[in-house]
């Protein structure tokens, strides 16, 4: 009678949870009013305020240039470029150097001469020196697209928002069938999920293309140097004191990125950010949210890395109980309910997949479906070990930065796996600073060249 109770509860529990996941992570869709909120508005040419755009960039020397390039060429005319390099890397310095000499007014090159190396270090050793009025975080490989500053520039002045979350988008999903889920997430996640956070008032916010006001910023103490989530501890953080977050995707104007390169590098990606996550739980910073509603959301999304692996291994312990234990029918038919709602997900991610490939342009073959579906099971055993790894890192005390290489697999379409590159262009287009965000005009926002941080960790 105890394992027939205990059974239920569980089975009831982890129908609950997918079932909640599934609505929110259908969000946009839910009416065409809703989905028409999610977009930039257009820009109606007001007056312009001024960025900073940190590059924080270790050991990437293989796409650095052609991210600069890119954000040279941003229809913006008040913006500068910061790169962040460390100071034992001489081969993305040579390049960050580089780019600085091309565009001697428009980028800088800060270099961190911090023993121990992490992302939020890197981004706080530039943040003294930014002039700009909003702060921008992009990541080294990413895919910048021209009118993006335009857009999050009106975004702050019609909403009078203090951060602007654009969105991101991994591109390559015919690498391997985890890429194809990897981009599935992303896309799940900027296009919906993300929205329904900032409309609740809780929002863990991504790692790049998104933008703070530089006084807000500062005042928040920029970002903590210990935590493997910084992003996720930036948005908690100005949540709970009620600044105003604004989001907007728009298939045209996202930043487009790879996915990694290898399952090692996934697993260590997802290990990075899972424990990230514990570690924003264990800060509690979150607790400090003005309504409970809010808290119960923040609670949950905090562990959500962990309910979502282990609701991927009890699944199938489920249905075998159903099937080979003697346990009344009315408990089969509970354990079955968790099964439900993954195939009704399965069936959301099918059609995602599909709108996912003609916003971007690309073409989804069948095998791609079919990779999606198969691969289900074998990403949740992936997401689990990450889920279990994160934790044991944790409760040894280990929090160094794994860092993700990137080669630019998403800057050249696919031989026969993809279609174009969408509105946003190739890599083929990043020659040149071209157009008005070229080195000529900087606006209010003069620079040097090199500045060097004596800090040390």
Request: glycine share 10%; proline share 4%; net charge neutral.
């Amino acid at each position: 009678m105890f394992t027939s109770v205990f059974v239920a509860a569980i089975s009831l529990a982890l129908f609950w949870m997918a079932a909640f996941t599934l609505w929110w992570q259908m969000h946009a869709w839910r009416t065409p009013e809703t989905l028409a909120a999610t977009r930039f508005d257009p820009p109606d040419g007001g007056r312009e305020g001024s960025f900073s755009l940190l590059l924080p960039a270790r050991h990437e020397q293989a796409v650095l240039e052609h991210t600069v390039e890119r954000l040279l060429q941003s229809s913006h005319t008040k913006f500068e470029i910061i790169v962040i390099v460390g100071h034992d890397d001489p081969e993305t310095a040579e390049v960050a150097e580089r780019a600085a000499a091309r565009a001697p007014d428009r980028v800088r090159v800060v270099i961190d001469t911090h023993e121990t190396k992490n992302k939020p270090k890197a981004l706080n050793t530039a943040l003294p020196h930014c002039a700009g009025d909003v702060v921008g975080v992009f990541d080294a490989e990413d895919q910048v697209h021209p009118e993006l500053l335009t857009h999050v520039d009106h975004a702050f002045r019609s909403t009078g928002a203090d951060v602007v979350q654009g969105g991101v988008q991994l591109i390559n999903f015919h690498s391997s069938w985890y890429s194809l889920r990897n981009c599935l997430e992303y896309f799940f996640w900027f296009r919906s999920r993300l929205h329904l956070h900032a409309q609740k008032g809780f929002i863990p916010l991504g790692g790049n293309t998104v933008f703070v006001r530089t006084e807000v910023l500062r005042a928040a103490g920029g970002w903590d140097p210990d935590c493997l989530a910084e992003d996720c501890d930036l948005g908690v953080r100005l949540s709970s004191v009620g600044k105003k977050v604004v989001v907007a995707y728009d298939s045209d104007m996202v930043t487009r990125e790879e996915t990694p390169g290898s399952l090692m590098s996934l697993l260590k990606q997802r290990t990075r950010w899972n424990q990230g996550f514990l570690q924003v739980y264990r800060k509690k910073d979150w607790k400090q949210l003005p309504t409970s509603g809010q808290r119960m959301l923040a609670r949950y999304t905090l562990m959500t890395p962990f309910l979502q692996a282990f609701t991927g291994l009890i699944i199938p312990l489920n249905a075998a109980v159903a099937l080979f234990l003697d346990v009344p029918v009315a408990i089969a038919f509970i354990t079955f309910l968790p099964l439900v709602t993954a195939m009704v997900t399965f069936v959301f991610e099918v059609v995602g997949l599909h709108d996912f490939g003609k916003q971007y342009g690309l073409r989804v073959r069948l095998t791609h479906y079919l990779k999606l579906i198969v691969g289900g099971p074998f990403y949740q055993v992936l997401l689990a070990g990450a889920a279990i790894r994160a934790v044991w890192r944790e409760q040894r005390g280990r929090s160094d930065w794994e860092l993700t290489s990137h080669v630019g697999a998403h800057l050249a379409p696919a031989a026969g796996g993809s279609e174009g590159a969408g509105s946003s262009g190739g890599a083929g287009s990043s020659g040149g600073s071209g157009g008005a965000g070229g080195a000529g005009e900087t606006g209010d926002i003069r620079g040097i060249r090199d500045i060097r941080e004596d800090v040390h960790a």
